[in-house]
């Protein structure tokens, strides 16, 4: 069965670590999105970070295989203090990025803040926020044992809210109280 390529797309999200590496697959049709599944990949039983690396290219191409997303959504690596754990970070996505052209998948890149600003309305908001404005609009309930299953759910939906956001509506807000105030009806309480 073709997928109708204008109307549906299924995006894989990921957020990359070298301890746990958190995933997300949504399928979007139209303007709405649908939770597939989410998930994390623990590697914090190997030692050796060449293994680890080698781990998520293996276990991003399972991914990529088993559910056939028409792109990779991925959180780039944030600036902290650490050089050593940034460097790590950063081979953890390239490794993902590979995986993902491997399978001839366009990628997408964005930042955490970015994530978050379009998630919850708020760039700064924490991880159980994020988790939890997912969890109202994909309709699910269980809390995941790691929160970097829903990070990874995260960059999924953010990119998608990227597409619908550009092509759905004509109007765009400065802000969540802009948006509040034009869409009181949407506001649940």
Known sequence: MLKEKSNERIILGI??????????????????????CLGIVKMDHLDDHALKLKHIFEK?????????????????????????????????QGVAMAAALSRNLPIFEYSPRKIKQSITGNGNSSKEQVAAMLKTLLKFSETPEFLDATDGLAVAVCHSFQKISTA???????????????????IKK
């Open 60 to 92: 991003t191409v399972l991914l990529i295989d088993q559910y056939k997303p028409d792109c990779l959504s991925i959180e780039a690596p944030f600036y902290g203090k650490n050089i050593q754990v940034m460097l790590k970070l950063g081979r953890a």
């Open 15 to 36: 957020d990359p670590g070298t301890s746990v590496m958190g995933y997300g697959i949504v399928k979007e049709v139209k303007s709405s999105v649908e939770l597939i």
């Open 168 to 186: 759905g509506n004509k109007k765009s807000y400065s802000g969540w109280d802009a948006f509040a105030k034009d869409n009181v009806k949407r």
